[in-house]
């Protein structure tokens, strides 16, 4: 397995997953560099507030092009930094097409209500303004879908983005930054400030900055989100996510075993929506499994960019460690073995393990970042849905289930307590167009799709009096 030679940059490493190898490097930003950011980003966003969103929108459909016309050469790199499988680089960079053909339609749709009021000749209604500045942090495992689908909001509705991505995945930022310029972003409107958690804190606790979006661990927004809160900063947090799926009597197990392999092996269980827990009615828990261990058996493991791979690498060393501690303790497993460890001795391929388990411990209600899927039984099932709900994450989940009854319960105010749930489709693998986040230790936060637009920007509720009087609301009499 060879790597690509890229320009060398800074002290920072870049790795690729693919054989543990150096990319290049890159220089990470100093205290001082990431406050001039800012400084530049509040300059820029004096003057982008006031450009027409539809304006702003072509923006961002510029990039959208360039995207589409560099989507090969950017999936790449996705595959070279993050360690994906070619067709689910080329769906990240796709994700970031979508986004920003949404953000432009939404350049002309972002509405405000007008409200009926109590005071005769007045009118009353709400205006949405630009936010401000907003930092967006990232996790190493959506290098640049999760960037795009805040910046390509961000950038309609007006702020500014300066992105601390993940350390892990420097090079992929730099790139859709680059392509962001090319585009003919104003000065100060797109940076990256490159470096670890001290970079993502300055960040944090700059007073010039609104916005504090931040996607990675749960560790890491009990950290972010109290800090933002101190300084009455806003934060939208999209954290971790112990994902579960409940497999009915009457499920297709044909369409199940697929929906399960792909959300739980995809992405060697590396994606924020990863299938971790699987709940299986008793009648059907000994051949689902059956099935699901063979799938397991024969997925192609290997380098991600080689035709025919499904499961690429662990990012690092140190998610193998925590894979191997997390199946030390697991009541029997099927698969767990590191792979290819001879071809890539600083490379860490596993085969996807199925953990088979008596009941929901401890380790399994945390989030393992690691291809394991912990397989369990039900007998009925509000046992099923108790189970389901039981982990502290609340991001996403899914019911495999020929019966409208219980598709409808998981749906219900009494089903799943996520912010994602599906019906015969996997946890993983959401579509832009709908709001994405998730409840509980997920951190609360809405990106991409439907309203999730109102994080970026501010409501203000305006009224006008056009009468020769002052009636006042509520019938108060004054003067
Ligand atoms: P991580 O928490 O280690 O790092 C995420 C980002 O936060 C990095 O850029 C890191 O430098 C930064 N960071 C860490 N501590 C910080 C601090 N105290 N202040 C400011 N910034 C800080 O996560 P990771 O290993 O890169 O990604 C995996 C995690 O991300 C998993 O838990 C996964 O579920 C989660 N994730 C969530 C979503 C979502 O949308 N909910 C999407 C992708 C990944």
């Given amino acids: 397995m060879a790597l690509p030679a890229l320009p060398e940059g800074g002290a920072l490493d870049a790795r690729s997953p693919i054989t543990g190898g150096r990319l290049g490097g890159v220089t990470p930003a100093t205290p001082a560099d990431v406050d001039d950011a800012v400084g530049r980003a509040a300059e820029a966003f004096l003057h982008w507030r006031l450009e027409p969103a539809p304006k702003r929108g072509e923006l961002v459909r510029r990039f959208g092009d360039l995207l589409r016309a560099r989507k090969a050469e950017m999936a790449e790199l996705v595959a070279l930094e993050a360690g994906k499988i070619r067709s689910e680089a080329l769906g990240e960079v796709q994700e970031m097409i979508d986004v920003c053909d949404f953000a432009v339609g939404l350049s002309r749709q972002l509405y405000g209500r007008t409200m009926a009021t109590e005071r005769p000749g007045h009118r009353m209604m709400e205006v949405w303004h630009p936010l401000g500045v907003c930092a967006v942090i990232t996790s190493f495992n959506f290098p640049s879908a999760v960037w795009a689908w805040n910046a390509a909001l961000a950038l309609v509705c007006g702020d500014p983005v300066v992105w601390k991505p993940s350390e892990k995945a420097a090079l992929t930022a730099l790139a859709c930054d680059a392509l962001l310029h090319q585009a003919g972003a104003p000065p100060g409107m797109s940076q990256v400030v490159v470096g670890g958690p001290d970079v993502g804190e300055r960040l944090v606790d700059h007073p010039a900055v609104a916005l504090v979006s931040a996607t990675g661990s749960t560790a890491m927004g009990r950290a972010v989100g ?254």
């Fill in 226 to 479: 109290p800090r933002v809160a101190a300084r009455f900063g806003r934060s939208l947090l999209e954290l971790g996510g112990n994902n579960a799926a409940i497999v009915a009597p009457s499920a297709d197990l044909d369409q199940a075993v697929r929906g399960v392999v792909f959300a739980a092996a995809g992405t060697a269980g590396q994606r924020c929506t990863t299938l971790r827990r699987l709940i299986i009615h008793r009648s059907v828990h000994d051949e689902l499994v059956d099935r699901l261990a063979n799938a397991y058996q024969s997925l192609p493991v290997g380098n991600p960019l080689a035709a025919g791979t499904l499961v690429g690498p662990l990012i690092d060393r140190r998610a193998y460690d925590v894979f191997i501690d997390a199946l030390a303790t697991v009541d029997a497993v099927i698969g767990g073995e590191r792979e290819l460890a001879e071809q890539a001795p600083d490379a860490y391929y596993v085969r996807p393990a199925l953990a088979l388990m008596a009941e929901q411990t401890s380790l399994v209600l945390q989030e393992t970042f690691a291809p394991i899927l912990y397989v369990l039984a039900y007998d009925d099932w509000d046992e099923a849905v108790a189970m389901h709900n039981a982990a502290a994450h609340g991001l996403a989940s899914s019911v495999f289930t020929s019966d409208l009854r219980e598709a409808e319960r998981f749906l219900s105010a009494a089903g799943s307590d996520c912010g994602i749930a599906n019906v015969n489709v996997g946890p993983s693998g959401a579509e832009i167009g709908g709001a994405f986040g998730g409840e509980k230790e997920t951190g609360g936060g809405r990106e991409s799709g439907s309203d999730a637009w109102k994080a970026y920007m501010r409501r203000s509720t305006c009224t006008v009096n056009y009468s020769n009087e002052l009636p006042l609301a509520q019938g108060v009499e004054f003067l």
